[in-house]
């Protein structure tokens, strides 16, 4: 019987698993095709995809550039006009690739969080690192700095394919190790417990 409940949680974890694949050609948001804003974002940080979050969030993010993220970022008013239509207008709500659906699937109706990082996808997305394989990273210091490990970002693809984590490697390579099979048996084994009572 303990068998049996261990092979049908694994399972149900198998199937809820995201499909992240590259096997798609067709990338996970639309890259940023705006000059503009890839040269005024661009320069000083990763420029994220406006797929990336929803127009809403976009709005709160292009309205108060004064104090962007503790930065004044401010801009000449035409400009910040044209880059806050860019966002909207390209924002997750009005993609249909596979990324952009899921962030808005994640989303409660007027949720608009001002970070990426704190969609819930995406914290769903990222909750197997360990805070030494990004605050305590050197090379990524942050989940913000999506490019450190998302070797094809720039392209709108986050694929599992091409994740390479600074200092670890390869993420597929890493999801076989014994090191995570070890984390999934543990966890599986806590939850039996919790579940039976044994």
Known sequence: MKFILMVLMLSSYAALADDDSSSSKKPGVIPVNNPQYA????????AYQPGLMPSRSWKKVMANLVDHFDENAELEADEQKALTAYLTK???ESSKHKRSVKIMRSLTKNAAPLRIIEIPYMV???DELTPKMVAGNPEVKSLSYCDKCHTNAITGSYSEDDIVVPGYG???EYEKSSGFLGRI???AKELYKDVTGN
Do not use: P, V
Request: hydrophobic share 25%.
């Open 185 to 187: 048996k543990k966890g």
């Open 39 to 46: 040269e005024e974002c661009g320069a000083c940080h990763f």
């Open 170 to 172: 390869n993420w597929e």
């Open 90 to 92: 390209n924002a997750a």
């Open 124 to 126: 769903e997305k990222h």
